[in-house]
């Protein structure tokens, strides 16, 4: 698990775009480059521990969707894609919810298939351990998680079936990269700190 420095470089396009931004998206914590690097390295590992399995990526939207589409392109096996929708409520600030309920539902059946949820923070643990427990009623053949970002140290519940993490955070909250500030930001391409209004 790689920890990113406090600060890293801009990319070109948040160079471009930061005078354009929300007083509220802070300094690049995590820049697009090392972004790309890490999720390369996971995706090689995906390959590696799933060849000849074809696994099943079901990654949660919205926030996960462009991790999704960054790691499903760097794992050079066979796999499928698909997407649940979960609404959290009476959560914290910073992230974690005491209520996780289903929005939308997966389209195939994962029976005795090799599932791996894609992440795009794990926190508290409580919404993932909803999912793998949804999930793992469906008798999957394995089931395994993979996140962006990890907060092991705010985690509520233990037994989470986290194999693969990209980087570990802070207690902070981020826009970009997947990640939003009033439905906004998603398609910058570093993970920048959200300052407080």
């Known amino acids: 698990?790689?920890?990113?420095?406090?600060?890293?470089?801009?990319?070109?396009?948040?160079?471009?775009?930061?005078?354009?931004?929300?007083e509220r998206v802070g300094d690049v914590y995590i820049s697009a480059g090392e972004i790309r690097r890490r999720v390369g390295e996971l995706g090689e590992q995906i390959a590696v521990d799933y060849d000849g399995r074809e696994p099943l990526l079901v990654a949660s939207l919205k926030a996960s969707l462009v991790f999704l589409t960054d790691l499903s392109r760097a794992i050079g096996?066979?796999?499928?894609?698909?997407?649940?929708?979960?609404?959290?409520?009476?959560?914290?600030?910073?992230?974690?919810?005491?209520?996780?309920?289903?929005?939308k539902d997966l389209d195939v059946e994962i029976e005795d298939r090799d599932v791996l949820i894609v992440e795009d923070v794990i926190d508290t643990g409580l919404t993932l351990r909803y999912l793998v427990k949804t999930l793992a009623l469906r008798q999957p053949?394995?089931?395994?998680?993979?996140?962006?970002?990890?907060?092991?140290?705010?985690?509520?519940?233990?037994?989470?079936?986290?194999?693969?993490?990209?980087?570990?955070?802070?207690d902070e909250l981020f826009v970009g990269y997947g990640f939003d500030l009033d439905e906004r930001f998603r398609n910058l391409p570093d993970l920048h700190v959200l300052r407080a209004a």
């Open 141 to 170: 053949r394995s089931l395994a998680a993979a996140t962006l970002l990890d907060r092991p140290y705010r985690r509520l519940v233990g037994d989470l079936p986290v194999r693969y993490v990209g980087f570990v955070v802070p």
């Open 1 to 22: 698990m790689l920890r990113p420095p406090p600060r890293a470089q801009r990319s070109p396009i948040d160079q471009l775009v930061a005078p354009l931004l929300d």
């Open 77 to 103: 096996i066979p796999h499928h894609v698909e997407f649940v929708e979960l609404a959290g409520y009476n959560g914290a600030p910073t992230g974690g919810h005491n209520a996780i309920r289903l929005l």
